[in-house]
Nanobody, 119 residues
Framework: QVQLVESGGGLVQPGGSLRLSCAASGFPFGSYAMSWVRQAPGKGREWVSGINSARGTTYSDSVKGRFTISRDNAEKTLYLQMNALKPEDTAVYYC?????????????WGQGTQVTVSS
C-alpha cells in the first residue's frame, strides 16, 4: 500500500533553515508528480510546492525564492529545502502525490512533520 513518511521538521529561529524529507513506497514514485502541503494551526491544508516526473518545479508565491523542492527517484524520496524561514511558515508539512491542481484528490497521507519558526 501507499506509504509516505515525512521527517526533518523542528524548531528553528526566524531566518533559519530546515530540510524536510519524505520517504515514499507502494507506488511508482518516479512516475508521479509530488507536492509538499502544509497545515497551520486552525487552518486548512495549503499547497506549498510541487515537482513533476521531469523535475519541473512550481512554488506558491508565499515560499518562492526561499524553498527548493527536489526528488531522488532511485531512493524514492522527496525533499524540501527551506531557507529564510518566517514565523508564518509554522505548520505541519506533508508530502503527497499530485501537482498544485490535483494534490487534494489523493487520500493517503503520512503523519506529517512539525515545523515551528519562533524566537
Amino acid at each position: 500500500q501507499v506509504q509516505l513518511v515525512e521527517s526533518g521538521g523542528g524548531l528553528v529561529q526566524p531566518g533559519g533553515s530546515l530540510r524536510l524529507s519524505c520517504a515514499a513506497s507502494g507506488f511508482p514514485f518516479g512516475s508521479y508528480a509530488m507536492s509538499w502541503v502544509r497545515q497551520a494551526p486552525g487552518k486548512g491544508r495549503e499547497w506549498v510546492s510541487g515537482i513533476n516526473s521531469a523535475r519541473g518545479t512550481t512554488y506558491s508565491d508565499s515560499v518562492k525564492g526561499r524553498f527548493t523542492i527536489s526528488r531522488d527517484n532511485a531512493e524514492k524520496t522527496l525533499y524540501l529545502q527551506m531557507n529564510a524561514l518566517k514565523p508564518e511558515d509554522t505548520a505541519v508539512y506533508y508530502c503527497t502525490r499530485g501537482d498544485r491542481y490535483t494534490w487534494n484528490l489523493y487520500r493517503t497521507w503520512g503523519q506529517g512533520t512539525q515545523v515551528t519558526v519562533s524566537s
